[in-house]
Nanobody, 126 residues
Framework: QVQLAESGGGLVQPGGSLRLSCEASGYNFDYYTIGWFRQVPGKEREGVSCISSSGDESKLADSVKGRFTISRDNAKNTAYLQMNNLKPEDTAVYYC???????????????????WGHGTQVTVSS
């Protein structure tokens, strides 16, 4: 049973930083591509970033380039999303997702992922 658990969300002022963690259990973490997504009420889930199983390759959405960084530590079964210079429009529930050997060409789309965490709320407000 693949399980993912996000943590690290919270309330932060514009310009602030947060680091989200996605801890995995129940499977060989280093076989899986990890994606970070976010969703606000009434909108579709949006791909934010994704990283290959080895961590050698990654992608970032244009809206977060230069501000967010994705990484992973396979020894700790954990992926991270470092978010800097946060803006009010970054406010959303953030989810991590995992899919075995998913090509990075498709990793920004929600549909290919079978495994999801429950999400963590990020609120950027003064």
């Amino acid at each position: 049973q693949v399980q993912l658990a996000e943590s690290g969300g919270g309330l932060v002022q514009p310009g602030g930083s947060l680091r989200l963690s996605c801890e995995a259990s129940g499977y060989n973490f280093d076989y899986y591509t990890i994606g970070w997504f976010r969703q606000v009420p009434g909108k579709e889930r949006e791909g934010v970033s994704c990283i290959s199983s080895s961590g050698d390759e990654s992608k970032l959405a244009d809206s977060v380039k230069g501000r967010f960084t994705i990484s992973r530590d396979n020894a700790k079964n954990t992926a991270y999303l470092q978010m800097n210079n946060l803006k009010p429009e970054d406010t959303a529930v953030y989810y991590c997702a995992a899919e075995k050997y998913l090509d990075l060409g498709a990793c920004h789309r929600a549909r290919p992922y079978d495994y999801w965490g429950h999400g963590t709320q990020v609120t950027v407000s003064s």
